[in-house]
């Protein structure tokens, strides 16, 4: 398995734009996060799903991030409109139940 | 979710053990411990997990005492490689909850 595969690996964009992530999760795991990373702050949970159904979002920012898991092999972030505040390294994880969490190699997100 | 504290940073030289201790003094019955470690510009990847007493594998160990307020990751031989961020993580793994990572341990290796 490639494992979970993260696009872009960078983003360089202006403040107001739209911002999308992309995630997918190996193959036959069930849950999936998402992580904002920054020198200040750490590592952060935004939100996670278990069989595509967001459980806990309450680490999401604000109104301006969204997230959607259409289906079990594919999931979005959103920002909209971002600000040069989101610049941060943005992860994706996933896992089977009671598993280890396997990570992405993160998207690099630069809002100038 | 139980608090874990562990210290910001550590240096050490290569061929030596490493001991990072996490404290977690309000961890529950049902909680287990989990250690994780993220290179430069890489996520998270996991070391080792444990409930009691002592776990091994090929990468680490992690010492667990009667009490399991704290636990202690061992990395033996330590090479310059191993410089790292260490996360030391308490959660319930039979539930589909989160799992909060806090600053982790900054170990850095000098040659």
């Known amino acids: 398995d490639a494992g979970v595969i993260q696009s872009p690996r960078h983003e360089v964009t202006e403040m107001g734009q739209e911002v999308t992530l992309r995630c997918k999760p190996i193959?036959?795991?069930?849950?999936l996060f998402w992580y904002r990373q920054t020198m200040m702050r750490g590592l952060e949970l935004l939100i996670y799903f278990n069989n595509n159904v967001p459980i806990d979002d309450s680490g999401m920012p604000e109104d301006r991030f969204s997230a959607k898991m259409p289906n079990a092999s594919f999931s979005t972030l959103k920002i909209q409109p971002s600000e040069p505040r989101d610049s941060a390294v943005y992860f994706c994880?996933?896992?089977?139940?009671?598993?280890?969490?396997?990570f992405g190699p993160g998207t690099r997100l630069t809002v100038l | 979710l139980a608090k874990t504290t562990q210290p910001i940073s550590m240096d050490s030289y290569e061929g030596q053990e490493v001991n990072i201790t996490c404290s977690h003094n309000n961890i529950a019955t049902n909680d287990y411990i989990t250690w994780y470690q993220q290179f430069p510009s890489q996520g998270p990847r996991f070391i080792i997990q444990g409930y009691k007493t002592k776990v091994t594998n090929e990468v680490a160990s992690l010492f667990i005492p009667a009490d399991r307020k704290s636990s202690t990751l061992s990395l033996p031989r330590v090479s310059l490689s191993d410089t790292a961020v260490y996360y030391c993580?308490?959660?319930?793994?039979?539930?589909?909850?989160?799992?909060?990572f806090g600053k982790g341990t900054r170990l850095h290796i000098l040659p």
């Open positions: 193959s036959g795991h069930n849950s």
């Open positions: 993580l308490v959660g319930d793994i039979n539930r589909d909850d989160k799992i909060i």
């Open positions: 994880a996933s896992t089977l139940p009671r598993g280890e969490q396997f």
